[in-house]
T-cell receptor, first 111, second 114 residues
Framework: SQQGEEDPQALSIQEGENATMNCSYK?????LQWYRQNSGRGLVHLIL?????REKHSGRLRVTLDTSKKSSSLLITASRAADTASYFC???????????FGTGTRLQVFP | EAQVTQNPRYLITVTGKKLTVTCSQN?????MSWYRQDPGLGLRQIYY???????DKGDVPEGYKVSRKEKRNFPLILESPSPNQTSLYFC?????????????FGPGTRLTVL
């Protein structure tokens, strides 16, 4: 069962531009996590935001969470070619021990 | 170095030939899980384990078995692989409270079943 759905599915931008990816989910959550995956490799954790938090920052990353709309966004500022990867959101709910991943946004940053 | 390791990284096998993919973590994590990744479907959880001798089904457990006899190891067993199990597999681990913490992923195992 898919909980998180990312939008857009693919995004192409130039270096220096900002990239915004969105994630929507269906049920109440304890936290929402964002991961990056370089082609065919393991996922790397970026940020975890809890349901009582509205915004978190980590370097060039900014994550917002709107529990009333059941949505989150990941903003990457001043993108670099090295940011080219797929980005996934994952939700953790209170009544399950499972982390549910979305289908991802594929980001391409052109030099 | 804190890490999750998987072996083998690549495997081509034939239908029905039992295989095991090993997963090991050196971070003393309680929670471990297996995912498969298929194009257009994202990551789907196969099995997870909250601690030693405690395993539970994820969303797509059919055709797979796991065991958790030691804290550091969580092997994935395919008793009779079929072509629809061709996929990219990831093992992950997390400190106590499992999904309420970040997950540490292994490098992946690309399995092809002919």
């Amino acid at each position: 069962s898919q909980q998180g759905e990312e939008d857009p599915q693919a995004l192409s931008i130039q270096e220096g531009e900002n990239a915004t990816m969105n994630c929507s989910y269906k049920t109440s959550i304890n936290n929402l996590q964002w991961y990056r995956q370089n082609s065919g490799r393991g996922l790397v954790h970026l940020i975890l935001i809890r349901s009582n938090e509205r915004e978190k920052h980590s370097g060039r990353l900014r994550v917002t969470l709107d529990t009333s709309k059941k949505s989150s966004s990941l903003l990457i500022t001043a993108s670099r070619a090295a940011d080219t990867a797929s980005y996934f959101c994952a939700t953790a709910s209170y009544n399950t021990d499972k982390l549910i991943f979305g289908t991802g946004t594929r980001l391409q940053v052109f030099p | 170095e804190a890490q999750v390791t998987q072996n083998p990284r690549y495997l081509i096998t034939v239908t029905g030939k039992k295989l095991t993919v090993t997963c090991s973590q050196n971070m003393n994590h309680e929670y471990m899980s297996w995912y498969r990744q298929d194009p257009g479907l994202g990551l789907r959880q196969i099995y997870y384990s909250m601690n030693v001798e405690a395993t539970d089904k994820g969303d797509v457990p059919e055709g797979y078995k796991v065991s958790r006899k030691e804290k550091r190891n969580f092997p994935l067993i395919l008793e009779s692989p079929s072509p629809n199990q061709t996929s990219l597999y990831f093992c992950a681990s997390s400190p106590d409270r499992g999904i309420f913490n970040e997950q540490f992923f292994g490098p992946g195992t690309r399995l092809t079943v002919l």
